[in-house]
């Protein structure tokens, strides 16, 4: 028996009509007879009693009905139960990002956003090799890159622009510093092979060829923090170091080392509810930091 029966018998109930059937199934009345001669013809029973009146069940009908008014109750309660979680949305997030990024970057939107969606489970993935980033199953990925894969969908956020810091107290110990035409003759704190992929090794690669007093770091945290410590000067994020009381702006945004923020979204996942959610809360959050992303904020 085609589904569909039901729903035509359930409206010919409540209608008692051709017509008013018609109008709760948004169809003719010619077309409602014609499926109800159909159901008769095809079952071999007859559903309705037709008179000048109308139509009345018969026991064979109201058997039926009873039936079309359980499985659609059914619907409806399905329906407002889907509803209710698209409105209220339950589940598990993934979200992979560097460590730099949820430590200096989204850590206050994230308590903001579990508060707000208390019903979402938000797993925080950390790598700090940016590369492998978008091959892990994150349903969003924070990732900075300049040409993302064709494949993947997101927003742009904005650009990371890299600056020059050192700390108060290495900037005093060497108070005749010339980074436009000596940089080679400070201590600096570079990032190792692992991290060769970071825009600003194009200027260490420019810049400091020659030098000779190197610490080499196989993460942007551990450069961070050795800075900040006074070991040596360091090229970091714009949105890291200007946050960072204990260090200095020792130049301009390095002209052509930017690269683009996303937030990738896995295309098996982005239909539903809390991933959007998730999705659109963070983008909306991010883009109000672009300046301090892009360095403006100094």
């Not at 109930?13 to 014609?34: F, M, P, S």
């Not at 992979?96 to 707000?116: F, G, H, K, Y």
Request: with cysteine; charged share 25%.
């Amino acid at each position: 028996m085609d589904w569909d029966y039901l729903r035509y018998i359930h409206a010919l109930a409540i209608g008692g009509t051709l017509a008013k059937a018609g109008d709760i199934l948004g169809v003719h009345q010619t077309t409602v007879l014609r499926r109800l001669d159909q159901m008769e013809e095809q079952l071999g029973v007859q559903f309705f009693e037709r008179n000048r009146d109308g139509l009345q069940l018969t026991p064979v009908g109201e058997t039926a009905f009873r039936a079309a008014e359980r499985l659609t109750g059914e619907m409806e309660n399905l329906e407002r139960q889907l509803v209710g979680q698209d409105s209220a949305p339950v589940g598990k997030v993934r979200l992979a990002a560097t460590d730099t990024m949820v430590n200096a970057l989204i850590s206050p939107m994230i308590a903001d956003l579990v508060r707000e969606y208390p019903d979402i489970e938000l797993e925080v993935l950390t790598d700090n090799d940016v590369l492998n980033l978008s091959h892990r199953e994150a349903d969003l990925t924070l990732r900075p890159v300049n040409k993302p894969q064709a494949t993947l969908e997101g927003e742009r956020i904005g650009t990371i622009e890299s600056a020059i810091y050192g700390s108060a107290a290495y900037c005093k110990l060497h108070p005749d510093m010339d980074l436009d035409n000596a940089p080679e003759q400070q201590l600096w704190i570079l990032p190792d092979e692992s991290f060769s992929h970071l825009a600003t090794g194009r200027w260490y690669r420019k810049h400091l060829k020659n030098a000779s007093s190197i610490i080499r770091c196989n993460s942007l945290q551990a450069m961070h923090a050795l800075s900040k410590a006074g070991a040596g000067l360091a090229a970091l994020p714009c949105y890291l170091g200007d946050s960072t009381r204990e260090l200095k702006r020792l130049s301009a945004p390095l002209e052509g080392e930017g690269v683009d923020l996303w937030l990738m979204v896995n295309h098996e996942t982005q239909q539903m509810a809390r991933v959007r959610i998730v999705k659109e809360f963070l983008t909306t959050r991010l883009e109000k930091l672009s300046p301090r992303v892009e360095g403006e904020s100094a």
